[in-house]
């Protein structure tokens, strides 16, 4: 599994929030395997737009999409509970 490279805005949300570490070994357990249990990949509403994200700690996910069937780009990382 390919990752895209994070956008600069997305970076500095993480510095600013003390995520990069956490972020980081999330990335590589989604690099491994998309069904590791601490990733909680979900399907997001609506379905058909095809939106996905996964766990970067308990408060805070990222979302992704899929550019091809082996790439993915983050596209934000958000509080969860906002």
Do not use: C, G, W
């Not at 399907?43 to 992704?64: G, M, N, Q, T």
């Amino acid at each position: 599994m390919e990752i895209l490279t994070i956008h600069p805005e997305i970076e500095d949300y993480l510095k600013e929030r003390n995520l990069e570490k956490k972020f980081s070994k999330q990335i590589r357990l989604l690099k491994s395997s998309l069904r590791h249990p601490s990733l909680e990949v979900e399907l997001l509403e609506p379905k058909h737009l095809k939106f996905f994200s996964f766990r970067v700690d308990r408060r805070y996910r990222a979302v992704f999409i899929f550019r091809n069937s082996n790439t993915i780009e983050v596209i934000d990382v958000n509080n969860h509970y906002q």
